[in-house]
């Protein structure tokens, strides 16, 4: 069984970065999209960020279009960085692995996902 292994996050002011790292157990990444997402209290899980497995396509959500990056390398590890921070960004954030995945149609949706991180909070004041 694949873990992931969230790190990062914490507290920031608003306009500042952070930087989320994901780690798998496992060199996986060669053959799994990754994707972030995330969840604030009272809300569903949304897409935030994802990668395909090739690691040629990358896809975000329109609120964090030109602010967050996602980046992969081709063994077990991951990274969204986060610039230009929002208090409406504050959420739990998940990064996840699919295998094979591509597309956004796919990508966007987390039953697209195999594994699952364990979460990390991030928080924005204003």
């Known amino acids: 069984q694949v873990q992931l292994v969230q790190s990062g996050g914490g507290l920031v002011q608003a306009g500042g970065s952070l930087r989320l790292s994901c780690a798998a157990s496992?060199?996986?990444?060669?053959?799994?999209?990754v994707g972030w997402f995330r969840q604030a209290p009272g809300k569903e899980r949304e897409f935030v960020a994802a990668?395909?497995?090739?690691?040629?396509?990358t896809y975000y959500a329109d609120s964090v279009k030109g602010r967050f990056t996602i980046s992969r390398d081709n063994a077990k590890n991951s990274e969204l960085q986060m610039n230009s921070l929002k208090p409406e960004d504050t959420a739990v954030y998940y990064c996840?692995?699919?295998?094979?995945?591509?597309?956004?149609?796919?990508?966007?949706?987390?039953?697209?996902?195999?594994?699952w991180g364990q979460g990390t909070q991030v928080t924005v004041s204003s």
């Open positions: 496992a060199r996986i990444f060669s053959s799994y999209a």
């Open positions: 990668i395909s497995w090739t690691g040629g396509n």
């Open positions: 996840a692995a699919g295998l094979y995945g591509s597309g956004f149609g796919t990508l966007e949706r987390p039953d697209a996902y195999n594994y």
